[in-house]
């Protein structure tokens, strides 16, 4: 073989397998086609869910806080409506209830959102109302929310309470319809927990956001007010607990002991007891019970002391000191073994005794024509 004839055999050598090499590679390629086609479009899912879940931190919590302070607000304009209502008549609220919700409603959302942009419970947790292209939301915005958040829902509750006793189309109508409203506020909740934009159905629909105003806001959460109600709370518990232990009404005695003292020392005239002004057949401790805050020129004022059977002495025991009181309330007051200041006389009672003496009936007089009197 020539030297031609082998120049010529290598090159179709070459050239076969440079064929080969080019069907190879279109043939890996057909197949990378029909894969792509086949598969599920990766790059568009990625996208989807960047988009879904890369927008700025938007205070879920903040967001959800917020509308609980809203309906406390609320309650809160409701308790003080209804007891400003209650002078006019017991069932004017009851009666008028739905309008009262209405117009408290339009009241707080002029104030708040359509004034500032923001109810007052975003307003408390540093967040404002934007569109989702960041600006302020435009007065048609506002009016479509107001007229659905107020509007809307005064005018759904009479609908629902004037289909209360009918059974026909619009009742089923309206069922319908308010499940699928249940069912699409759960759905777009739960988006919302996801990338945290849109609060409320509504919200998805007007495209309208709570934002905080400003990148430089601290997502710390402030548990001043927590901490502060469970110190009182703490607080309380101690007492409720101290106090039966302490016992006030001991402290007491003993500070009306040396009060007593300090006025012997001083040469004040005894007064007597703080309710030495009751007639004898009142318990002076069941009418301190009862009236703690009564004094001798208030009662003078009114007329006087009247009896009555909630303050008359039951089963009489005599103090050491002669005063007569109930057996039941003398005995709680010398339970402990400390003695009391009798609120008659201000001598201290020790110990006790049955009253020996006999009921007192004032003599009846009878007056004739003629000026003769028999008693």
Partial sequence: MTSDDFARAQQQVLARQQRRVAESQGLAERRRQRLDASRIPRGRLVEAWDNLTSSRPAFRTGQLDSELLDDELLELLKVQFREGLKFFGPHLFQDWSSEVSLLLRAILFKLSIWDHNASYGAALQGLEYRH???????????????????????????????????????????????????????????????????????????RLRLVAPSNQISREVSFEYLNRQLVWHAFTEFLLFILPILGVNRWRRWIGKAWRKARSLTGAEDEGGELSFLPERTCAICYQEQNPTTSEEVLMASGGVVGSATTDITNPYEASCGCLYCYVCLGRRLADGEGFSCLRCGEEIKQCKPWSGDVLEAKKSVSFDDGITQE
């Fill in 132 to 206: 989702t292209s960041g600006a302020l939301p435009s007065q048609w915005q506002k009016t479509l929310y107001g007229l659905a958040t107020v509007f809307g829902r005064y005018g759904w509750a009479r609908w629902e309470d004037y289909l209360v006793d009918k059974e026909n189309v619009l009742t089923r109508f309206t069922s319908v319809a308010s499940t699928v409203h249940d069912i699409a506020s759960l759905v777009s909740f739960l988006v919302f927990l996801v990338n945290g934009r849109y609060r409320t159905l509504m919200d998805r629909v007007l």
